[in-house]
């Protein structure tokens, strides 16, 4: 009797992982970031730049668009596209969520204090692990998003003269 | 188009003959007499010879870049080096599953061959079960993914190899591990047989050791070029990822060293029989699942080949299959069996490294397909990286290195304690080398202590070891060899993860950066342009103050045209005791660039270490051929 359970429980646990491969296999999970577009963002959890406590979707949906940058101090190029985020900072259709990424504290609070604070809410990734359920491979990458939360367009790398003018275009229509 | 046609013509025909060689061999286990049909081994001859013909038909086409055939097409371009061209063959999904049908026949015919002295009906189901799985994937090859596939018009330039691949050890890399892996297949096959015909004991060990052996050392091989590939290519400074293909081929491993270690008691004592079939069992059954996982494209890594669902469920249902029925074999058969083993014996040190082998797949494998399950079921991305692994496996190597170093000196059956007192001397002066190390040179965490003082311990101990049958002339070489490399293999690692340093900064050219005793200078930048790439090489000079030593180093970005592609090859300064790394990236819309610089010490170290396990593997097999034939 002992044997016949032992005996079920392996069969029973093969088939559970079988399952899930076969499952999985029709799950997409090609780690392609620019097939993010049109996908709500779900499950935010981002902590606070400043204080002790946790950034969820409700705390940013009240606008009509949000523009979520991943930026670091460490990170050059986010340098350059600062001045278009200090621009985009006056729209009052647009809000815009800074993620603080793989950063220390006292290095993103120099960086702020010397070019300017362009960020609506200043939330951090000190472990880059929250990063990963946006999509984001690597820093300065952005993701324009409407009240409904649903990605509108994701830009690599920094924002351009010709990205700023497109998110003025989305913002105006 | 002619080659594409022979191809297929080939694959049909080596279809045929697998159905035939099944036919034959069940028709020859009804004729009562003690040798296997002549027309047996004809057919297996004319697999072989066919199959290696089907693939030589592959190379040809890649050779000749005869784009009329798919593979060719995706996979090769007029302009590449005839050495990738080559290589090209095995580079891609298609290609490499004949490669996995060549090993499966080859093994399949040798086993035949070279086991005359074993019962019949034994190596007849060992053949036929061995067919079985031949025919599984040569039909997977001529429907889901053939190789020959015509393209109609013929393009006049192929899509080219993808740059990262194009590598000398990379051209090696897979042969190498499919002969570790695919030759797994033999002695599942076998252990099947073995299962079906109630041949067991010292007779059914010795018949499959050496294929254990043999795939064990291929895969030890295989495993060290891929990580040479990766520290040479993929320009991260490191040599294993924990990437989860990475741990594909990690799992057999375990299992095959595992193995190699259990037969030997069925081998001497007759004990562990369930243990090693098994053991056999999974070895293989691991290999499928491990390229389920990187031909399904549920996980991603850099073996991510072209994703295409359909050949995940294949192969699914085929693993599906194989577990079901060696499972239901092994559960008809199996008889509990009181192992009486006395705990002061060679025999429970080798049950000891057989846990200690189980505890790493488990803990590899739950590492692995854990961010799988999660996503299935929770969907939620996790992504499992190397402190999961380092905070496991890593204090459990500690024991293990102890009991290595240990376990070879213990007797069959009942051992005497008399050799403790010299342990004892030994461990002490493991921890005095290591508090030299730690003193003089660095300070490093406790737990780096403890590794390097078990480390040291086992090096010292093979080395005693080496020592006295230097006096006495037994076969125990090939073992010291391999465990005395494990030591420094694992002393080596352990130095270079505490002594290596690591710069990452911004530099425009005509700049330089001090850091500890090193000046880094970048001195100047130009354009190549070559056959199939333009590169943008940096000249960098390192001066050391502490060792008065210049050195330049070029790490390049290149730009691959087909398919255009954009690469950083690091620039390593390889030594005997160090190896500078630099690897340069562009940052965009700036004259700035991203410089990653690392001394890396031992390297080449923790390569001949590794190259002398598995050089431990084939001296056994050739001692043991000696002996056998």
């Known amino acids: 009797m002992e044997k016949r359970i032992f005996k079920l429980l392996i069969i029973f646990f093969i088939i559970f992982f079988l399952g899930v491969f076969f499952i999985a296999l029709k799950k997409s999970s090609i780690y392609d970031t620019k097939d993010l577009v049109g996908n709500r963002l779900e499950n935010i959890n981002l902590n606070h730049f400043y204080e002790d406590k946790l950034i969820t979707e409700k705390d940013i949906k009240n606008s009509d668009f949000i523009l979520i940058n991943f930026w670091a101090s460490w990170c050059a190029p986010c340098r350059i596209e600062h001045p278009f985020l200090l621009e985009l900072n006056g729209e009052k259709k647009l809000k815009i969520l800074g993620v603080n990424f793989k950063d220390k504290n006292e290095n993103a609070t120099k960086f702020l204090n010397e070019l300017g604070n362009p960020y609506d809410l200043l939330t951090k990734d000190e472990f880059g692990k929250n990063s990963i359920n946006f999509g984001i491979y690597g820093i300065p990458e952005s993701i324009l998003v409407n009240s409904e939360l649903v990605i509108i367009k994701k830009f690599i790398g920094p924002i351009s003269a010709e990205d700023f003018k497109y998110i003025k275009m989305i913002l105006n229509k | ?279 056999c069992l999974l070895t293989f059954t691991l290999s499928v699942t491990g390229t389920f996982l990187v031909r399904s494209g549920i996980l991603n890594s850099v073996h991510t080949f072209a994703n295409d669902p359909t050949r995940g469920i294949y192969i699914l249902i085929f693993l599906s299959l194989m577990i079901f029925s060696s499972l239901f074999i092994l559960f008809k058969k199996y008889k509990f069996v009181n192992q009486n083993i006395n705990t002061n014996s060679k025999e429970t040190f080798i049950l000891i490294n057989n846990w200690f082998m189980i505890f790493y797949l488990i803990t590899v494998l739950l590492g692995t397909v854990y961010p799988i399950f999660t996503e299935v079921i929770t969907n939620h991305k996790i992504s499992i990286g190397p402190p999961f692994y380092n905070t496991v496996i890593i204090p459990i190597v500690v024991l293990f290195l102890l009991l290595m170093a240990v376990g070879p000196n213990i007797k069959w059956i009942k051992n005497d304690l008399k050799n403790f007192n010299f342990l004892l001397k030994i461990g002490i002066i493991s921890i005095l080398i290591n508090f030299c190390i730690f003193y003089f040179f660095k300070s490093y965490s406790f737990l780096s202590n403890l590794i390097i003082i078990s480390a040291i311990f086992l090096i010292i101990s093979s080395s005693r070891d080496l020592h006295k049958l230097i006096n006495n002339n037994k076969n125990d070489f090939p073992r010291i060899i391999s465990h005395l490399s494990f030591g420094f293999l694992i002393l080596f690692i352990g130095l270079n993860h505490n002594f290596s340093l690591e710069k990452d900064f911004n530099l425009k050219l005509g700049e330089r950066k001090k850091f500890e005793n090193y000046t880094l200078e970048f001195k100047n930048l130009r354009l190549d342009e070559l056959k199939n790439y333009k590169a943008v090489i940096g000249e960098f000079k390192i001066d050391d103050s502490r060792n008065n030593s210049i050195k330049f180093l070029y790490p390049e970005i290149r730009i691959y045209d087909n398919p255009s592609t954009l690469t950083y090859e690091a620039s390593i300064r390889s030594g005997l005791f160090k190896d500078y790394y630099i690897t340069m990236s562009n940052i965009d819309r700036s004259d700035y660039y991203n410089i990653k610089f690392q001394k890396k010490p031992f390297m080449l170290w923790i390569w001949i270490s590794a190259m002398f396990i598995s050089f431990g593997g084939f001296l056994r097999l050739i001692n043991n051929g000696k002996k056998n034939f």
């Open chain 2, 1 to 279: 188009m002619m080659l594409s046609n022979l191809g297929n013509i080939l694959l049909i025909t080596n279809i045929v003959i697998g159905f035939s060689i099944i036919y034959n061999s069940f028709k020859d286990l009804t004729i009562k007499k003690n040798f296997i049909q002549r027309r047996i081994y004809q057919l297996c001859v004319f697999q072989s010879t066919l199959v290696i013909m089907c693939f030589l038909s592959l190379i040809i086409a890649f050779v000749i870049s005869d784009f009329s055939v798919s593979t060719v097409y995706h996979n090769s371009h007029s302009l590449k080096p005839i050495l990738y061209k080559i290589s090209g063959t095995w580079g891609n999904h298609e290609g490499s599953l004949l490669l996995w049908v060549i090993i499966l026949t080859i093994f399949s015919f040798l086993f035949l061959l070279y086991n005359k002295k074993h019962p019949k009906n034994y190596r007849l189901i060992t053949l036929i079960i061995q067919n079985i799985l031949i025919l599984g994937f040569l039909f997977f090859i001529f429907f889901n993914s053939n190789p020959f596939s015509k393209i109609i018009p013929i393009p006049t330039e192929g899509l080219g190899l993808n740059p990262i691949l194009q590598d000398p050890a990379l051209a090696i890399h897979p042969p190498l591990l499919y002969l570790g892996f695919v030759g797994s297949s033999i002695y599942f096959s076998a252990a099947m047989s073995s299962l079906v015909t109630s041949y067991s004991g010292k007779s059914f060990a010795l018949s499959i050791k050496k294929w254990i052996v043999i795939s064990w050392s291929f895969q030890t091989l295989g495993i060290l070029v891929g990580s040479i590939w990766a520290y040479y290519e993929l320009g991260w400074g490191g040599f294993w990822f924990w990437d989860p293909v990475e741990n594909a081929s990690l799992l057999p491993w375990f299992a095959m060293a595992a193995l190699m270690h259990s037969v030997i008691v069925l081998e001497k004592r007759n004990l562990l029989y369930f243990w090693t079939i098994i053991l």
